[in-house]
């Protein structure tokens, strides 16, 4: 049973997509059942995607090539990163600046291709991003510029990730630290901020009124979606269930068990 939204039958009536990759493609480092699928219809149809992430950590390419590892086939052009939406951001508040950054090539990389240079001595902004490798001497770094009116950036909110293990410390974790010290709260650019979901909707050149954010939580993909104007589609192959969205003063545009619906609506248009 799902949900509808007004005027939006099924995903045939979708032109765009913008898609969640954990909890919508992958849980626990194995392909969600149908992602590939929904995938294959989206290539073979010529239908605009782009798969978001949260993590900064990893270029496109590594991306790409860790999903292909997972037996799921996503071009690193069709990966859209909230390191991407923040160099992209920062390149359009101020060109060719520079910033004091804890995180990882991710970013970076992301950062110099946007024109940034990386900087400790006066650098126009502080930015945080995920990052396995952080010591108490960068964060204290960053404390001190934050201190001195240094503007306060971070890639995402998540105070936590997934792994196999369990639980792990994410940038929102690492940004409390430097808020805690410092008083100050940091601009998130990354998911629930709709300014990702707009940076990715103009690298598609779509239109709101035909694209569709497909998530697994209520908190940053539905919300970021609601409130770029999209249709939102919530699945629940990740962390949430129907009780769950239920708890909130918003709801989807659509509730499915999983892309596999999805899936199986293009695949009855199609004829396949």
Request: no cysteine; net charge negative.
């Amino acid at each position: 049973m799902t949900s509808k939204w007004p005027n939006v039958e099924s995903a045939v009536d979708v032109a765009s997509w913008l898609l969640d990759m954990d909890g919508v493609l992958v849980r626990e480092e194995h392909p969600i059942e149908g992602a590939n699928r929904f995938l294959d219809i989206l290539e073979k149809s010529g239908t605009p995607f782009l798969v978001l992430t949260n993590n900064s950590m990893y270029t496109r390419r590594d991306l790409s090539a860790r999903l292909a590892y997972r037996g799921l086939n996503v071009p690193e052009n069709r990966i859209w990163t909230s390191a991407l939406a923040t160099a992209g951001f920062l390149a359009d508040q101020r060109p060719k600046g520079s910033a004091f950054v804890i995180g990882e090539v991710g970013l970076t990389t992301a950062l110099h291709e946007a024109g940034y240079t990386l900087s400790d001595n006066d650098p126009d902004y502080v930015v945080i991003g995920e990052t396995r490798n952080y010591n108490f001497e960068r964060v204290t770094k960053a404390v001190r510029l934050v201190e001195a009116g240094v503007r306060f950036i971070a890639t995402n909110p998540d105070p936590t990730g997934p792994s196999l293990e369990g639980t792990m410390p994410a940038t929102g974790a690492l940004t409390a630290l430097v808020s805690r010290a410092t008083g100050k709260e940091p601009y998130f650019v990354g998911k629930p901020n709709p300014l990702m979901v707009r940076s990715a909707m103009r690298v598609l050149s779509a239109h709101s009124e035909s694209t569709a954010m497909v998530g697994d939580r209520m908190d940053t993909d539905v919300i970021g979606g609601l409130e770029a104007g999209l249709h939102t589609v919530l699945v629940l192959s990740g962390v949430s269930t129907r009780e769950d969205a239920d708890r909130f003063p918003f709801r989807p545009s659509r509730i499915v068990d999983s892309v596999a619906t999805l899936a199986d609506e293009l695949e009855a248009h199609h004829g396949n």
